[in-house]
C-alpha cells in the first residue's frame, strides 16, 4: 500500500509533464507548420513569437553608415510588429569564415531564422545586400540586393523588412509607409514623417487651422479640412507639386474627408441647416448622395475595405456612438455600448475589427471591436489617447496620446503589448498612408 501511495504523486507528475509537452507541441504545431518552413500564421490566437537573430551589416569600407545602424532598423521594424522575439549574437559567432551563417551555434541559442547583411558605398550610391536564412532547414529564404542614394539608407532598409514580413505572413509589411499628422502648435500644420518618426517634413504653410488629414491611395496627394478661407473646407494638397486644390466648400461645414479604397469617391460630412450628415462626393467634389439623414450630428466617416459600408458617429441616442449604415441606403446599426463616448473610427484594411476613441472611466483610450460591434477590447490605459489609425497591413496602429505630457504620435501592435512614441514633435491626428507614399 505504502508502494502504491508514493506511485500515484509520481504518475501524476509524469501526466502533467506528458500534458504540458503535448500542449507545446500542439502550440508549436499551430504557429509553425510541420515541415518546419518558416511562416508566421498571424491570426493564429496561439501565435508564438518567432526568434530571431539579426546581426551587424559588414562592410568592406569605411563611410558614414554604420553596420549597426542598418541592423538597429531591422530590428526595430520587426520588434513593433510583436511577431518577434529578437536574439542577440555576435557576428564573429554566427558567422563561419565564409561569412555564411553558422547554424549549430544559431540553433544552439534558439534561433529559428537569421538575417545577415553587407553593404558598401560607391560615391553617393549605396549598396545593401540582406538575406534571410532558416536556421533549422539552413536554407536562404531571401537574397536581395537594394541600390540608392547613400541618404535613403533607411528606406533600403526598410524594403527589405517589408520582404521579410511578406515571406513569414503571406503580405508586405508596412515599414516603407508614411504617417501624416497635425503639428499641434498654434497654426497645426500638415507633417509627415516614416512610420518610424524619421524624415520629418513640413507640409503645409497656410497660417491656419489644419484637420484630419488623409491619404490618397495612391500616396500622391493628401486630403484635409482646412480654415484658409475662414471656414472648414475640404482640399487636397498635391505631393509632387505642393499644390492646393480645392474639392469642396459648398456649406458651412467640409470636414473628415475619407477616401473610398478605389480612390474614386470621398465620404465627409457636411452640414445641412447647420446639421452636419455624411455625403458620398466625387473626387472633384461633386455630391452624389448625402447617405444618413436621420436625426443628431452625424461626422467622421470611414469606408470598410469592399466600399460597402460606411462607419461613422452619431449623437442621434444622445452621446456620440459609432454607426455602420451600408452605401446602397437603408437603416443605420448602431456599433458601439460599452461606452458612453465614442469617436474617431477607423476601419482596419483587413475589414475584420474597427479601432475608435472609447472614453473609459473618466480617460480617452484606444479601443478595437470586430466590424460587428462584437469583441469589445481596450488597448491603451496610460493618459488620452484618441484617433486610430491602422497601418496598410492591418498589424499596427498610430494614435496621439499625451500620456508623457505632450501629445505626440504613438504606434503599437494590434494587441496593445507594445506602444511607443515615434513623432519628433508634438502632434495629433495621425493618419497612416495605404502604401509607400511618396
Known amino acids: 500500500m505504502k508502494h502504491y501511495q508514493n506511485y500515484i504523486p509520481k504518475f501524476y507528475k509524469f501526466t502533467i509533464m506528458l500534458i504540458s509537452l503535448i500542449s507545446l507541441m500542439i502550440g508549436l504545431a499551430m504557429s509553425y507548420p510541420a515541415e518546419g518552413k518558416l511562416l508566421i500564421d498571424v491570426d493564429n490566437p496561439n501565435l508564438m513569437k518567432m526568434p530571431i537573430t539579426v546581426l551587424d551589416f559588414t ?7 554604420n553596420g549597426k ?7 526595430n521594424d520587426l520588434f513593433i510588429t510583436g511577431m518577434f522575439q529578437i536574439v542577440e549574437a555576435s557576428v564573429s559567432a554566427a558567422l563561419n569564415a565564409n561569412q555564411e ?4 551555434y544559431l540553433a544552439q541559442i534558439g534561433s529559428q531564422a537569421v538575417v545577415t547583411g553587407s553593404f558598401h558605398v560607391q560615391q553617393d550610391q549605396l549598396v545593401i545586400e540582406a538575406k534571410l536564412y532558416d536556421v533549422a532547414l539552413r536554407k536562404l529564404e531571401i537574397g536581395k540586393r537594394f541600390t540608392a542614394k547613400v541618404n535613403d ?13 511578406e515571406k513569414l505572413t503571406g503580405t508586405p509589411g508596412c515599414f516603407s509607409s508614411k504617417i501624416a499628422f497635425v503639428g499641434d502648435s498654434q497654426s497645426r500644420e500638415l507633417y509627415s514623417m516614416d512610420y518610424d518618426g524619421h524624415d520629418l517634413r513640413q507640409l503645409t504653410r497656410t497660417n491656419t487651422i489644419n484637420l484630419s488629414p488623409e491619404w490618397a491611395p495612391d500616396g500622391n496627394s493628401i486630403l484635409f479640412t482646412s480654415y484658409i478661407n475662414r471656414k472648414p473646407d475640404l482640399w487636397s494638397l498635391s505631393l509632387s507639386s505642393m499644390r492646393l486644390i480645392p474639392i469642396s466648400a459648398k456649406s458651412n461645414l467640409n470636414t473628415s474627408g475619407r477616401y473610398s479604397y478605389d480612390g474614386n469617391y ?3 460630412s457636411m452640414s445641412i441647416k447647420s446639421i452636419p450628415k455624411i455625403f458620398i462626393i466625387n473626387t472633384q467634389g461633386d455630391t452624389l448622395k448625402q447617405l444618413t439623414n436621420g436625426r443628431g450630428n452625424d461626422i467622421s466617416p470611414t469606408w470598410s475595405p469592399d466600399s460597402t459600408s460606411i462607419a461613422y458617429v452619431s449623437d442621434q441616442a444622445g452621446a456620440p456612438h459609432i454607426y455602420v449604415i451600408p452605401i446602397s441606403g437603408g437603416e443605420p446599426r448602431r456599433l458601439t455600448f460599452v461606452s ?15 479601432a475608435f476613441t472609447g472614453r473609459i472611466d473618466g480617460r480617452f483610450q484606444i479601443c478595437v471591436m470586430k466590424s460587428d460591434g462584437s469583441d469589445f477590447k481596450v488597448l491603451t490605459n496610460q493618459g488620452s489617447n484618441q484617433e486610430p489609425s491602422w497601418s496598410p497591413d492591418g498589424r499596427l496602429i498610430a494614435f496621439s496620446s499625451n500620456r508623457d505630457g505632450a501629445r505626440r504620435i ?13 513623432s519628433p514633435i508634438t502632434g495629433k491626428s495621425p493618419a497612416w498612408s495605404r502604401n509607400n507614399a511618396r
Open 340 to 354: 458612453n463616448y465614442n469617436t474617431d473610427p477607423d476601419w482596419s484594411p483587413r475589414g475584420d475589427m474597427i
Open 59 to 65: 562592410s568592406s569600407s569605411d563611410g558614414s553608415i
Open 410 to 422: 504613438y504606434i503599437m501592435d494590434a494587441k496593445g503589448s507594445i506602444q511607443i512614441p515615434v
Open 266 to 268: 470621398i465620404a465627409l
Open 153 to 165: 539608407y533607411r528606406k533600403l532598409v526598410h524594403l527589405f523588412d517589408d520582404r521579410i514580413i
Open 69 to 75: 545602424d542598418l541592423a538597429a532598423i531591422v530590428k
Open 101 to 104: 551563417p553558422n547554424f549549430d
